[in-house]
């Protein structure tokens, strides 16, 4: 079983910037199907940026240009460097990690979230 522990959110200017880490208890994040997702107050949880087949990445269009998404898979820890932040970023961050193993079992281990707060 593997456990995300994530750090690094907080309150922020708009404009500034933070980096959101996510620790694995297990080697997860350098297989596909991990990332970041968020959810504003109100509205559903949607993914921001993702590693998808051949480590290819994935962002949501809200937020390309502005937030990288990258991994350190030696220290099994995955990030998300959030640039030129803006109010309509705020919202509870989770890191995550779904897909299969060999056998067919399916697993979707997520962080416990961590608040990000953007102020005008």
């Known amino acids: 079983q593997v456990q995300l522990v994530e750090s690094g959110g907080g309150l922020v200017q708009a404009g500034g910037s933070l980096r959101l880490s996510c620790a694995a208890s297990g080697s997860i994040f350098s297989r596909n199907g991990v990332g970041w997702y968020r959810q504003a107050p109100g509205k559903q949880r949607e993914l921001v940026a993702a590693?998808?087949?051949?480590?290819?990445?994935n962002y949501a269009d809200s937020v390309k240009g502005r937030f990288t998404i990258s991994r350190d898979n030696a220290k099994n820890t995955m990030y998300l460097q959030m640039n030129s932040l803006k109010p309509e970023d705020t919202g509870v961050y989770y890191c995550?990690?779904?897909?299969?193993?060999?056998?067919?079992?399916?697993?979707?281990?997520w962080g416990q979230g961590t608040q990000v707060t953007v102020s005008s």
């Open positions: 995550n990690a779904a897909g299969v193993v060999g056998e067919g079992v399916h697993y979707d281990f």
């Open positions: 590693f998808t087949s051949g480590g290819m990445t």
